[in-house]
C-alpha cells in the first residue's frame, strides 16, 4: 500500500470539499472494493476520504411506496432488516447473498453501485425495481444511473447518499454464484408492479441491463413459459475463466426463468 | 490426573491458542532490529535479462540492500538441487536437471520467478524499491501446456536439454502387458487430465532469520514443513555447515506439500541477515503465494483395462505426461513417474501392469507433491477406467469392482508395480462402505430428484495409497524430577495435530499424565535428526518413534525399580503407568520412578541423575499401506450443469487408529481438497502469455463450508500392520485419492442415459452443462 492522506469529514458537504482539495481522492465507504485495490497498489490515491463519520447516511426507512436505503447502509443490515424483508423480500434475500458475512458487514449500498463491478447484485436490485438515486445536489433514475463497465452517471465527487426502491407487487432474484468468489456469474432480478414487469441482468454483460424482450412477454403473460422461448444473444455478454459468453447467455435464461416462477 | 489411551478422542491441545488468534505464525514473529525483505519477481513468463539497473532502488528510503540476480550470480552460490528419487530414464541415462538459482540472471523462466530481493526498514518501503528497481527484459515465447512443451518446436527452456524433456520412465512388464492386453476380449480406453491446483495454505509462506557474527551461525523460523532437511539443503546452497543454521517451525498454518519444497527465499534471508548482520524477515502475500508455491498433480495420462466380457481385469497400461515447470523441485521427477506408478491399479487384481511416463518443463511455477503427490492421481485412472469399463460391459459398477478386488486371502503379495502389500481386507472394507450408503433408499432419493427437475447419482471408489517421506524418525523426552515431561520429536504437524496425538502416546504409553507433558517439533536444536511432514508419515514415523523411545524409557525404569526393589531386572513388569515385582506388594508408578531417577541415592550403578532422558530414532522399514473405499452421492442441475454432493461416506483401513478425531480430520480434510479438485479448483495459465490467470481467490476457486458433503466415516480396524510397531498406515493423504473419483463417477452416473461419458476436472457447472449440451445433440 502506498501512503495516502486519510481524512474522515464529519458531513456530506465537507467530503465532497476534501475530495474536492485533493490531487486524487477517493471515498471510502466499507472499504470492501478499494482496500483490496490499495494493497495491491492498483490504486494510488493521495487522499481517501472516509465516508463512516458522516451522521445519516445509515440507515433503512419505508415511507410514501419506497424502501429508502442510506448509502453506507451495510449489506446485513438491509439483509436482516425487517421493514426490507416485509416490503421487498426479494431485496432482504439478495444482499443475503452477498460475499460472505465480513463482507456483508462492511461492504455498504453506495460504495456498491458507485463501484458497478458487472458481478456486483445491487445493481440488479436497483434496475430490477426501478429505482432512484439519490446523490448531494440530485436524483438519478436507475435506469440512467449505470452506463457502463464500472461506469455509472456519478459526476467526479458526487456523493451518493441513499437509494429509493419503490415497493413492487412482487419480485424474486436469482443468482448464479461464482464458486470462488460469489459474486454472480449471472443474477437475474425480476419485479411486477401494476402491468409494469422489469427484468435486469447483472453479471452477464459487462454492465447491468434490462432484458426488453422478456419484460414484453412478462407484461403480457406472467409466467415462466412465457419466456421459454426468448434467445438471448451472447455477442455482448462476458467471456471470461468463469463462464463462456454462451453459457452465460445460457444462464440468464434459466435464472429469469426460476425468478418469474418464484413469484407467478 | 488425565490418563489417556490408544483409542481415546482426545480433544486438540493447541485449538485453543488457533481459535483464539493466539498461534505463532511467521509474521507474529518479531526480533528486535529486524529488516523486511521482498523478492522482486519476473512479470514475464519467459524472458532474457540483459541487465539490471538498481541505482533507484538502492537510493529509495529505507532501503539497505538490494541484491539482483546479477549480484547473487557473482556470489556464487550453488543452484537449489533436486533431491528426486528417480534419477535415470528408462535407458539408464541420468534425468535432466537444470540449473536453478535463488536468483534469476540472464534468463527467467515463470511468472514470479524471482530476480532480487530488497530489504528495507519496512516492507512498504521495500516493495516502493521494488517498483523502481529496472530490469531490461527481452520477452521470448512461452509454452504453458505439459503436452504441448514436449512437442517438435515448442520454445525451449534450457540450453542443453532437448525438447523440454526432463525424465522419460517406465515401470511394469511392457510384453507381459500387452500379451494380456491381447488375450483379453476387449480393451478399455480412456484419455483424461489431472488438473493443475496449488495448495493455497492459509498463511503464505515466510522466514525472519538473524545472524550471530560471534558465533558465525544463523537462527531461522520459516513456514515450512521440513526444518531439518530444507536447513540442510539451503546450507547447502550458500555452502556454509548446515549445523551453523538452528531452523524452527513455529505454528505452521497447512502445508499440503507446498511448504516441503526447498525454494530460493530462505538463501536470500540468510544471505541478507548476515550482510546486514540485522534480522530479516520475508512473508508472502497472496499474490504471490499464488505464483510461486509449487503447485500439484497436471497429468495428461491415456489408460487401457484389458477385461474380460464378464468383468475379469487382465491388464492395466497407464501412458502419461506430467509436467515439472520451469525446474524441477525438491521432490522433482519423482511425483509423475515413480509417485504415479506405485499405486497403480488400486486395490485390483491383474495379470501384468505397465506404467510408462515422461514429464519436461514448461514456463510455469515448479510442480512438487501435493497431498497425495501422484497417488491421486493414479487412483482416478485406475477408478475412471473402471466406471468406463462398468459401462461398456453393461455391468453395474459396483458388481464389477466387488468381481475384481484383491481377496484377503492373496495378501500378504507384491503388486506389479512392486508395492509390498501385507495386510488388508479390500472386499470387507467395501462391503462396509456400500453398507452405510443405504443403496435401498436411493431409489426413493432419485425419484424425488427427478420430480424436482435433478438428477441424483451415486459412485464407490476404493482406493490404494502408500506412504512415504524421510524414512528416520527422533523423538526425545526429557523428564523433570516433579514427574512431568517434555517430548520433543522430528516430524511435524501444519494443523494436524501432533501436539495431542503424540504426547497421548507417551502418556498412554508410560501411564503419564497428558497435561502435564509439554511438546516441541520443528526445531533443530530440539531433535539431531527429523523427517518433518510429508507422505502421511506423522502417525508412522513420529508416532512410532514416541513409541519407541517410550520403551527405552521403559526399560531404564524397569532397572531403576529393579534397584529400588532390592530384585533383578527380570522380575519387573511393567503396566498401567507402573512398575512392580511379581508376587510381592512392591509397585513403583512412572512418577515415582522419574522422580528417584534424580535422586543419585535410589540410582543403580551406572545410572547418573537425569539418565531416564532418552532419545531414540526410529527407522522405518518398508512403508504402510493404507486403503479404503469412498462412496460419494450427488445431485445434478441440468439446466445449468450445477453439482452438490449430497452424501459422503469413506471406510479407511489406517491400521491402528490412535485418536479417530483427529484421523476424522484428516480424512475430512482430504475429501475437502479431493472436492475442490474434482468441483472447482484449477491452476491455469494463459497459453500466449504464460501469465498465471488464477492469481487470487477471486479467480481460484477453493471449497468452502457449504460446498462440504455431509461425511460420515468409519475405520477398518482389522487389520493393523506388522511393519511398525504401533500398526499404524498413514492417514493425511488417503481423503484425496478417494474423493476425485468418487465424485467424478457420480456425476457422470447421475447422466446416465445421456451419452455422457466423460468429463475432464474440474467438473465445473459449464463443464457439466456443455457436456450434456454435446451429448445431446
Ligand atoms: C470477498 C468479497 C466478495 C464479494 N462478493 C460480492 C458479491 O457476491 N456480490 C456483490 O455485489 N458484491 C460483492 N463484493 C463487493 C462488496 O459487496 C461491496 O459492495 C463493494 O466492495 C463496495 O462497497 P464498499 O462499501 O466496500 O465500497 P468501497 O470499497 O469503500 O468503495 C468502492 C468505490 O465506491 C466509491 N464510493 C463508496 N461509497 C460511495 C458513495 N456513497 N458515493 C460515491 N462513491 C462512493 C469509492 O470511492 C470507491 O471507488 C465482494 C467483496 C469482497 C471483498
Not at chain 2, 218 to 239: D, F, K, P, S, V
Amino acid at each position: 500500500m502506498h501512503d495516502f492522506n486519510f481524512i474522515q469529514p464529519k458531513s456530506a458537504a465537507a467530503a465532497a470539499d476534501a475530495l474536492a482539495g485533493a490531487e486524487d481522492g477517493q471515498y471510502m465507504a466499507g472499504g470492501q472494493t478499494l482496500i483490496p485495490v490499495l494493497k495491491q497498489r492498483l490504486a494510488m490515491p493521495t487522499d481517501v476520504v472516509d465516508l463512516s463519520a458522516i451522521p445519516g447516511l445509515a440507515g433503512i426507512e419505508v415511507s410514501g411506496g419506497a424502501v429508502r436505503v442510506g448509502a453506507m447502509t451495510t449489506h446485513a443490515a438491509v439483509a436482516a432488516s425487517g421493514a426490507v424483508r416485509d416490503a421487498v423480500p426479494a431485496l432482504a434475500h439478495l444482499a443475503g447473498l452477498i460475499g460472505d458475512p465480513h463482507v456483508r458487514n462492511r461492504g455498504t449500498l453506495g460504495g456498491s453501485i458507485a463501484n458497478n463491478d458487472p458481478a456486483a447484485d445491487y445493481p440488479a436490485a436497483v434496475l430490477g425495481l426501478g429505482a432512484t438515486v439519490v446523490t448531494e445536489s440530485r436524483e438519478i433514475a436507475a435506469d440512467d444511473f449505470f452506463t457502463d463497465l464500472f461506469e455509472t452517471a456519478l459526476d467526479d465527487g458526487e456523493l451518493v447518499t441513499r437509494v429509493d426502491f419503490p415497493v413492487p407487487d412482487a419480485a424474486a432474484y436469482v443468482k448464479f454464484p461464482n464458486p470462488a468468489s460469489r459474486y454472480a456469474i449471472v443474477g437475474v432480478f425480476v419485479s411486477r408492479a401494476g402491468g409494469a414487469v422489469r427484468v435486469a441482468v447483472t453479471g452477464a454483460g459487462p454492465c447491468v441491463f434490462r432484458q426488453a424482450e422478456m419484460e414484453a412477454a412478462l407484461s403480457a403473460e406472467f409466467s415462466a413459459e412465457a419466456i421459454a422461448g426468448v434467445a438471448i444473444a451472447a455477442d455482448d455478454l462476458n467471456n471470461d475463466l468463469h463462464a463462456s459468453a454462451e453459457y452465460r447467455a445460457h444462464l440468464v435464461g434459466v435464472m429469469a426463468r426460476r425468478a418469474v416462477a418464484e413469484i407467478a | 490426573m488425565n490418563k489417556v489411551s490408544f483409542g481415546d478422542t482426545v480433544r486438540r491441545a493447541e485449538d485453543h491458542r488457533f481459535l483464539t488468534g493466539k498461534g505463532n505464525y511467521i509474521d507474529d514473529i518479531t526480533m528486535p532490529g529486524q529488516a523486511h525483505g521482498v523478492v522482486v519477481r519476473s512479470p514475464y513468463a519467459h524472458a532474457r535479462i540483459n541487465g539490471f539497473d538498481a541505482d533507484a532502488a538502492r537510493r529509495a528510503p529505507g532501503v539497505l540492500l538490494v541484491v539482483t540476480g546479477a549480484d547473487w550470480a557473482a556470489q556464487g552460490f550453488g543452484p537449489i538441487p533436486t533431491k528426486s528419487a528417480v534419477k535415470e530414464n528408462r535407458d539408464g541415462t541420468p534425468i535432466a536437471v537444470p540449473d536453478r538459482p535463488c536468483l534469476a540472471h540472464d534468463r527467467v523462466r515463470y511468472v514470479g520467478e524471482g530476480v532480487a530481493f530488497i530489504v528495507a526498514e519496512t516492507r512498504d518501503q521495500a516493495r516502493d524499491a521494488a517498483e523502481l528497481l529496472d530490469v531490461d527484459y527481452a520477452p521470448m515465447d512461452a509454452v504453458t501446456h505439459p503436452v504441448k512443451a514436449l512437442e517438435p518446436g515448442a520454445p525451449q527452456l534450457h540450453d542443453g536439454i532437448a525438447d523440454n524433456l526432463c525424465v522419460d520412465w517406465e515401470l511394469g512388464d511392457a510384453e507381459a502387458t500387452e500379451a494380456a492386453m491381447r488375450a483379453a476380449d476387449r480393451i478399455v480406453r480412456l484419455e483424461l487430465h489431472n488438473n493443475r491446483v496449488t495448495g493455497a495454505p492459509i498463511e503464505p509462506r515466510g522466514a525472519i532469520a538473524s545472524y550471530d557474527a560471534g558465533t558465525d551461525s544463523y537462527l531461522m523460523y520459516q513456514a515450512t514443513q521440513n526444518i531439518h532437511a530444507n536447513r540442510n539443503t539451503t546450507a547447502e546452497i550458500l555452502g556454509i555447515e548446515a549445523d551453523k543454521i538452528r531452523h524452527v517451525g513455529p505454528d505452521v498454518g497447512g502445508g499440503f506439500g507446498a511448504k516441503n519444497s526447498v525454494y530460493p527465499e530462505p538463501a536470500l534471508v540468510l544471505h541478507a541477515a548476515k550482510t546486514l548482520n540485522r534480522p530479516v524477515k520475508w512473508v508472502n502475500d497472496r499474490a504471490e503465494s499464488f505464483l510461486s508455491d509449487t503447485h500439484g498433480r497436471s497429468q495428461y495420462s491415456t489408460v487401457e483395462l484389458g477385461v474380460d466380457d464378464d468383468g475379469t481385469f487382465r491388464a492395466l497400461r497407464t501412458t502419461t505426461v506430467g509436467e515439472l515447470g520451469a525446474y524441477c523441485g525438491t521432490v522433482g521427477a519423482f511425483t509423475p513417474t515413480g509417485g504415479s506408478a506405485r499405486t497403480q491399479g488400486g486395490p485390483y487384481g491383474f495379470e501384468a501392469m505397465y506404467y510408462s511416463a515422461r514429464a519436461g518443463f514448461t514456463n510455469t511455477a515448479p510442480l512438487d507433491p501435493y497431498r497425495g503427490a501422484g497417488r491421486p492421481e493414479g487412483s482416478f485412472q485406475i477408478e475412471r477406467i473402471v466406471e468406463k469399463a462398468a459401462r461398456e460391459l453393461g455391468i453395474d459398477p459396483v458388481e464389477l469392482r466387488r468381481k475384481n478386488l484383491i481377496p484377503k486371502e492373496r495378501l500378504p503379495l507384491k503388486t506389479a508395480m512392486g508395492l509390498d502389500v501385507d495386510c488388508g481386507d479390500f472386499p470387507t472394507v467395501f462391503e462396509q462402505a456400500l453398507a452405510m450408503t443405504d443403496r435401498v433408499g436411493f431409489q426413493a432419493r432419485k425419484a424425488a430428484s427427478e420430480a424436482a427437475g435433478k438428477r441424483l447419482g451415486f459412485a464407490i471408489a476404493p482406493y490404494l495409497e502408500c506412504t512415504g517421506g524421510m524414512p528416520k524418525e527422533h523423538a526425545v523426552v526429557t523428564f523433570t524430577a516433579d514427574g512431568s515431561a517434555h517430548l520433543a520429536v522430528g516430524s511435524q504437524s501444519t494443523g494436524m495435530g501432533h501436539e495431542t496425538a503424540l504426547p497421548q502416546i507417551l502418556a498412554a504409553t508410560l501411564g503419564l499424565d497428558m497435561a502435564r507433558i509439554g511438546f516441541t517439533q520443528a526445531d533443530t536444536d530440539a531433535t539431531p535428526l527429523g523427517g518433518g511432514h510429508g507422505g502421511s508419515r506423522g502417525m508412522e514415523m513420529g508416532g512410532n518413534a514416541v513409541l519407541q523411545t517410550a520403551g527405552e524409557i521403559i526399560e531404564k525404569g524397569r532397572a531403576i525399580a529393579a534397584h529400588l526393589f532390592e530384585t533383578d531386572v527380570d522380575k519387573i513388569d511393567f503396566e498401567d503407568g507402573s512398575f512392580f515385582e511379581k508376587d510381592t506388594n512392591h509397585i513403583a508408578s512412572m512418577t515415582e520412578i522419574i522422580a528417584a531417577s534424580f535422586d543419585p541415592e535410589r540410582l543403580p550403578d551406572g545410572m547418573e541423575p537425569g539418565s531416564l532422558n532418552t532419545g531414540s530414532t526410529f527407522e522405518r522399514g518398508i512403508i504402510s499401506i493404507p486403503n479404503g473405499c469412498h462412496a460419494a452421492e450427488v445431485e445434478v442441475d441440468p439446466d445449468t450443469g450445477a453439482i452438490a454432493v449430497t452424501g459422503f461416506w469413506v471406510v479407511d483401513d489406517f491400521g491402528t487408529i490412535i485418536n479417530p478425531m483427529l484421523a476424522d480430520g484428516q480424512v475430512m480434510g482430504g475429501v475437502g481438497q479431493g472436492l475442490g479438485q474434482a468441483l472447482m479448483e484449477n491452476a491455469v495459465y494463459d497459453e500466449a502469455s504464460g501469465q498465471l490467470v488464477t492469481g487470487s481467490l477471486i479467480d481460484y476457486a477453493l471449497p468452502r463450508a457449504d460446498d462440504m458433503p455431509p461425511m460420515t466415516l468409519e475405520y477398518y480396524e482389522g487389520a493393523p500392520t506388522k511393519k511398525n510397531p504401533l500398526g499404524v498406515k498413514g492417514a493425511g493423504e488417503a481423503g484425496c485419492c478417494g474423493a476425485p473419483p468418487a465424485i467424478v463417477n457420480a456425476v457422470l452416473d447421475a447422466l446416465d442415459g445421456l451419452g455422457v461419458t466423460h468429463i475432464e476436472m474440474p467438473l465445473t457447472p459449464e463443464a457439466v452443462w456443455r457436456a450434456i449440451d454435446a451429448a445431446g445433440s
